[in-house]
């Protein structure tokens, strides 16, 4: 079974190594929706996977990190494309929660990423 929360976040970037002229050169803005998937067998004394609660207390740091921010000035996401911001989520929330399956962040209603640490 896999259960998900998701989190939203608002933050500007720019893309520094797309061809002079692309619009994602300039800086823009996303309201971004991450989704955190974790696998696992419901216990049988809690009946659940994990406690939402206890999941939205170890990624709401990890996404207040990002939100209102100028992504390109955290370390380690100076090319923050989506596909860069996911494996950084993925490389903070994993170490914390042990039975993640993926996580997903959206960039626009139509755009998005799905990542599952490979």
Same mark, same amino acid.
Request: proline share 7%; aromatic share 10%.
């Given at each position: 079974?896999?259960?998900?929360?998701?989190?939203?976040?608002?933050?500007?970037?720019?893309?520094?190594?797309?061809?002079?002229?692309?619009?994602?050169?300039?800086?823009?803005?996303?309201?971004?929706?991450?989704?955190?998937?974790?696998?696992?067998?419901?216990?049988?004394?809690?009946?659940?996977?994990?406690?939402? /609660?206890? %999941?939205?207390?170890?990624?709401?740091? $990890?996404?207040?990190?990002?939100?209102? !921010?100028?992504?390109?000035?955290? &370390? @380690?996401?100076?090319?923050?494309?989506?596909?860069?911001?996911?494996?950084?989520?993925?490389?903070?929330? /994993?170490? %914390?929660?042990?039975?993640?399956?993926? $996580?997903?962040?959206?960039?626009?209603? !139509?755009?998005?990423?799905?990542? &599952? @640490?490979?």
């Amino acid at each position: 079974m896999e259960i998900y929360k998701e989190f939203a976040f608002d933050a500007a970037h720019f893309l520094p190594n797309v061809p002079e002229g692309h619009k994602c050169k300039n800086i823009h803005g996303h309201t971004y929706h991450l989704r955190v998937y974790v696998k696992g067998t419901p216990g049988e004394h809690t009946g659940w996977i994990i406690d939402f /609660k206890e %999941l939205k207390d170890v990624v709401k740091p $990890i996404v207040d990190e990002l939100d209102h !921010t100028l992504i390109n000035n955290i &370390s @380690g996401l100076e090319n923050p494309t989506a596909e860069n911001i996911t494996i950084w989520c993925w490389n903070r929330i /994993k170490p %914390l929660v042990p039975n993640l399956s993926r $996580i997903e962040l959206k960039e626009t209603p !139509t755009s998005g990423v799905m990542y &599952s @640490g490979e």
